[in-house]
C-alpha cells in the first residue's frame, strides 16, 4: 500500500467514523415530540404535587405528604427545564398541543429569570416542608403560586 | 322564634354545611383523568431524566446534569407514586389510555414491592451521582433501569 492509498484510506476511515458520529448524535437528540411531552409532563406532575399541598393546608396537615410533594416539585424545578424549551420546539405536539405562547422563545432573559424565581421559591418551599411548620409553608406555598401564575400570565395560552 | 323553627332552622344549617362539605370533599378528590395523566407524566419525566444520564455515560460525563437527573428521578420514585394507582384507574385516558395491566391492581404486595425497589435504587443513584463518581454511577444506573425491567415485563402493557 502506498502513501496515497493510506491516507486516502485515513480520510474515508475518518468520514465514516464522522458520520457514524453524527448518526448517533442524531440518533440521541430528543426529538421535539418527546422534548414537548417531558415538559407537559414537567408541570402536569408540579400541579399534581401543588396539589397535594394544597389539600393538606385545606385540610388536615400531613407533615410526610407535604414534604414528599415539595421535594418533588423543587427537584424538577431545579432539574434544568430549560432545555425542555429548545429552538425548534415552538410549534409541536407532545401530549398535546404546545400552549406555550411564541414570545416565550423570543424573550429568552425573561424566560431565564422566570425559571430560576421558580426553582428558588420551590427550593425554599421545600425547605420549609421539611422543617414541618405548616404556617410558614402556607406563606412559602403562596409565594411559589406566584411564580406560577406570573409565567402563566404572559407565556402560556389560554385553552 | 319558637324551639321547633330553631331546631328546623338548626337542621337546615346542619344539611346546608352538610352538602357544602360534601360538594368541596367531591372537588378535592382527583379525577381518574388526572391520577392517569400524573402517573404517565410521573414515567415520561423519569424516562427524560434517564436518557441525560445514559447521554452523560455514553459520551462526556456532566456531574451536575447527571446530579439534577438523579435528584428528580429520587424526588419522584419518593413522591408516594402509590397514590396515583387508587381502584377506578384500572382502565381509563389519560394522556393516553393506560398501559398498566389489570394485575398490578390485583396483587397489591409485589406492585408495593416493586414501587419500593424503584424508590431505593433511586435514592442510591442520586447518592453516587451527588459523589460525582462516573462508574459507580454507571453500575447504580444499571441497578435502576433493572427495577424499571422488572416492573415493565410484568405490569405494562406493550404498544
Known amino acids: 500500500m502506498n502513501h496515497r492509498t493510506t491516507a486516502l484510506l485515513a480520510a474515508s476511515v475518518a468520514l465514516a467514523i464522522g458520520t457514524l458520529s453524527l448518526a448517533t ?18 408541570f402536569q406532575l408540579v400541579a399534581w404535587n401543588s396539589s397535594r ?26 432539574s434544568g427545564l430549560g432545555s425542555l424549551f429548545p429552538a425548534g420546539t415552538e410549534q409541536g405536539k407532545g401530549w398535546h398541543d404546545t400552549a406555550v405562547k411564541p414570545e416565550w422563545f423570543k424573550d429568552s432573559k425573561r424566560a431565564a429569570e422566570l425559571t430560576a424565581e421558580f426553582a428558588q421559591e420551590a427550593t425554599e418551599l421545600a425547605k420549609v416542608a421539611s422543617a414541618g411548620d405548616a404556617a410558614a409553608v402556607k406563606d412559602r406555598y403562596a409565594k411559589l403560586n406566584k411564580t406560577c401564575k406570573a409565567c402563566h400570565d404572559d407565556f402560556r395560552a389560554k385553552d
Chains 1, 2 share one sequence.
Do not use: F
Open 25 to 42: 448524535h442524531a440518533q440521541q437528540a430528543p426529538k421535539p415530540e418527546t422534548l414537548i411531552k417531558s415538559r407537559q409532563s414537567a
Open 53 to 78: 399541598i394544597k389539600a393538606s393546608l385545606d385540610g388536615t396537615y400531613n407533615r410526610e405528604e407535604v414534604g414528599r410533594a415539595a421535594n418533588t416539585i423543587a427537584a424538577i424545578a431545579n
